[in-house]
């Protein structure tokens, strides 16, 4: 394979053959094809696109990079996971992944730690004191047999090709094409081995795609490409215009997803989001329609079930639940905080999700680079959400950090989130649409 040749042909927006593709995975996962040969051909694929055939090809060359998961006789029912393209406030998993365990469906997710303003969902699972989030792939697998579902950072067995050329991408502008993020995102999901796969795929001001038609594209790519490559699939296109739920930051989504499964939280776009995209992985994966498969949703989580999951996964990743509850109930009684308070009377028009992202980030709630420590009690708590109405003064969140230093600023940055006008702002959908 002359690697030259093929970016001569890829930049002229010449189809590339399955075989080739792979061999250029193959190649450049060995060592043996230079970065800069790999960010051209990012580049030109930027550029160019890739047919629905190439991207089938090199998602599962990254796949095969690495270690491929197996369930049969780890686990006896249907295996399905969700990712999310990430927001702000987004717990959702700590309540989807055992919500759908509990309804008959095995979840082996593995997931992220974050990088930028918020932390991943590993991240916020460590603010729990002794839970381990990176298991071995054996002790993964022992957890998912044991409770349905586990909450384990990406081991590196995991799509190798992927994080080496993800880590490329990021420095040579070539993160935004399509194809690329379909590849990145599907070999490390294909490679978990669910059968079902759910997309929830965010749109608005604090998501990866801000508009509608740029997050309907990925998802119809997604959901294409996990079929071609032999899996159920469907995406839900949802908002992220305001954060999900009060929450965001890491210990104090965990206690509002926590209070979610126990049918305590006003977070109801949380519980109501949960229950819509679990809902579609026991569809696909038991074979029901979603009208049946959205009520053992709801009454699953209204029996308790999924909050049990949840406690036994903790529980088995070596998390104490009742020291957590406890350290974040002394944390808001005593940890450095300060109020945000409205300027004027009105109504809540938008919560600006990346201006309460950035004030997360200022309190310490995320890292800029790998190795930065999150403060896992710094957060933002609003108090209110989009529709509400407020009186001049009332308290529209709350600001809280070790570091007291950092308050201010963050409370301004909030203030400045949270829009009020003289209009009460019309009723928006949370699901914009569905693609299958
Ligand atoms: N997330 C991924 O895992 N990969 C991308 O390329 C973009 C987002």
């Not at 010449?14 to 060592?31: D, F, H, N």
């Not at 992220?240 to 979610?260: I, R």
């Not at 499964?261 to 038991?286: C, F, I, K, P, Q």
Request: aromatic content about 4%; some cysteine; glycine content about 10%.
């Amino acid at each position: 394979m002359i690697v030259k040749l093929l970016l001569d042909r890829k930049r002229a927006g010449e189809e590339l053959s399955p075989k080739e593709i792979r061999k250029l995975v193959r190649a450049y996962t060995r060592g043996e094809v230079p970065d800069y040969q790999m960010a051209a051909f990012a580049m030109a694929v930027c550029c160019r696109g890739m047919s629905p055939a190439e991207t089938l090809a090199l998602t599962e060359s990254m796949r095969d990079s690495g270690t491929c998961l197996d369930w049969t006789g780890i686990v006896s029912v249907p295996t399905a996971d969700k990712h999310s393209t990430g927001g702000v406030g987004d717990k959702l998993s700590l309540v989807v992944q055992p919500l759908a365990a509990a309804c008959g469906l095995a979840v082996p997710s593995l997931t992220g730690r974050g990088l930028g303003l918020t932390g991943g969902t590993a991240d916020k699972m460590e603010s729990i004191p002794g839970y381990v989030a990176g298991l071995s792939l054996a002790d993964y697998r022992k957890v998912v047999a044991d409770c349905g579902c586990s909450l384990t950072v990406q081991t590196a067995e995991i799509a190798p090709a992927d994080r080496k050329l993800y880590a490329l991408r990021d420095v040579t502008g070539t993160v935004p094409s399509i194809p690329l993020i379909v590849a990145s995102i599907l070999s490390k999901k294909l490679a978990e081995g669910a059968g079902t796969l759910v997309f929830d795929v965010k749109c608005g001001a604090g998501a990866f795609m801000k508009t509608r038609s740029e997050a309907a594209g990925l998802a119809r790519a997604l959901v294409a490409g996990a079929q071609g490559a032999g899996r159920q699939a469907c995406a839900l296109v949802t908002s992220m215009d305001e954060p999900l739920g009060f929450a965001v930051g890491n210990a104090n989504e965990v206690q509002e997803a926590l209070d979610v499964l126990r049918g305590a939280s006003r977070a109801h776009d949380v519980a109501d989001l949960s229950v819509e995209l679990a809902a579609r992985m026991v569809a696909l994966g038991l074979g029901l329609p979603v009208e049946a498969a959205r009520a053992r949703c709801r009454e699953r989580l209204a029996d308790g079930s999924a909050l049990r999951r949840f406690a036994r996964m903790v529980a088995l990743h070596g998390g104490r639940l009742d020291a957590f509850e406890a350290a974040v109930a002394d944390f808001r009684r005593n940890g450095p905080a300060r109020e945000v308070r409205a300027g004027r009377a009105g109504w809540v028009a938008r919560i600006d999700a990346n201006g309460v992202a950035e004030a997360a980030f200022a309190l310490g709630a995320g890292r800029a680079k790998a190795s930065d420590a999150i403060d896992p009690m710094a957060g933002v708590d609003l108090a209110v959400t989009r529709g509400d109405r407020v009186e001049a003064g009332a308290v529209i969140a709350r600001v809280a950090a070790a570091d007291a230093a950092r308050l201010e600023a963050a409370a301004e940055r909030v203030r400045a989130a949270v829009e009020l006008a003289d209009e009460r702002p019309a009723p928006r959908p949370a699901v914009f649409e569905e693609v299958r």
